[in-house]
């Protein structure tokens, strides 16, 4: 399990210089998380069977990596979709479902290809095993109605309590005992500021205990990125406008260098952006494949030549 969750190499791509004198430095220690690449293979394997298959929602928040797998095949469903479907295979992307799925897929007689990241699945268990235990307050600290915390409230029953952000936390009752998780991958420092505030807060009659459940490869390139963002005069952080990851990991590049910018393909990049740049680091989520990155990296090259 824990090999799941342990750090990619975060050095960066040889350096390459096209004729036009910039220098572009793919990120090494961007692209696929082990979860995310393992939904990928999986999918990849059954349309090479010729297989009909179903996936429950985007594979990954990456509009490019999805059009490709359709290509290949894969048909992206919603819920009230998976309602209608009888007799087919389903594939449950790394973000992980609720109980309420596999109770579903169960009665229509579909066959389950669960993708869902082990980090992902040993905190729905986690979580499940406190909501059993009964008592308290089961905090979440995490996006509301993304996927992966749809599938963690599900463990309880709809019942425990989302909070997005810190100040949501104050809106906790402090005299009941609070078990609190985290997303896998939300912030490591607001995570932390969450328990502090918490810890200062709980009154003695009450049990606190909180559960680090970030995912060590999600929260290790935070500190990666923000070194390589500051190695180049501009920053082209590609990522699907949808990945909560994605947006944690721009921000914080953008933090670092102001002269970043979010696309989702090459056909973004203004030209104008390159104008007196010397280095252009190209880096990306957890969704973000690393042949888009290759084609930024090419589209500058074309761009530049």
């Not at 308290?136 to 463990?155: C, D, P, R, S, T």
């Not at 939300?186 to 970030?214: C, G």
């Not at 990522?239 to 953008?254: A, I, M, Q, T, W």
Request: proline residues 3%.
């Amino acid at each position: 399990m824990n090999n799941s969750c342990e750090t990619k190499d975060s050095s960066t791509s040889p350096v390459k210089r096209n004729d036009g004198g910039i220098q572009i430095e793919i990120d090494k220690g961007s692209g696929f998380c082990f979860g995310v690449t393992t939904a990928i293979k999986k999918a990849e394997e059954e349309l090479a069977k010729g297989t009909k298959l179903y996936c429950l929602g985007d594979i990954v928040h990456n509009g490019m990596e999805c059009e490709r797998l359709r290509q290949m095949g894969l048909v992206t469903i919603n819920h009230d979709d998976l309602r209608q479907l009888h007799n087919v295979k389903v594939l449950l992307r790394a973000h992980g479902e609720p109980p309420e799925t596999y109770v579903l897929a169960q009665r229509n007689n579909i066959e389950i290809i669960d993708a869902t990241c082990p980090v992902v699945l040993q905190l729905q268990r986690r979580i499940k095993k406190q909501y059993e235990a009964g008592g308290g307050q089961i905090v979440i600290f995490g996006k509301n109605g993304h996927a992966e915390v749809l599938g963690l409230v599900g463990q309880t029953q709809g019942e425990a309590i989302v909070i997005e952000k810190f100040d949501d936390v104050k809106c906790l009752d402090f005299e009941r005992d609070i078990y609190l998780y985290s997303q896998t991958t939300k912030s490591l420092d607001e995570f932390h500021r969450i328990i502090d505030y918490i810890q200062e807060h709980i009154q003695p009659n009450a049990v606190f205990q909180s559960f680090d459940t970030i995912c060590r490869q999600v929260a290790n390139r935070m500190p990666n990125i923000s070194q390589f963002a500051t190695h180049h005069d501009l920053i082209l952080f590609v990522c699907g406008r949808k990945s909560s990851n994605g947006k944690v990991l721009y921000n914080e590049c953008l933090h670092i260098n102001p002269n970043s910018h979010l696309i989702e393909g090459p056909e973004e990049i203004q030209p104008e952006w390159l104008e007196g740049i010397g280095t252009v680091g190209i880096c990306g989520a957890t969704s973000t494949p690393k042949w888009l990155m290759e084609q930024c990296r090419d589209a500058i090259v074309a761009l530049t030549d």
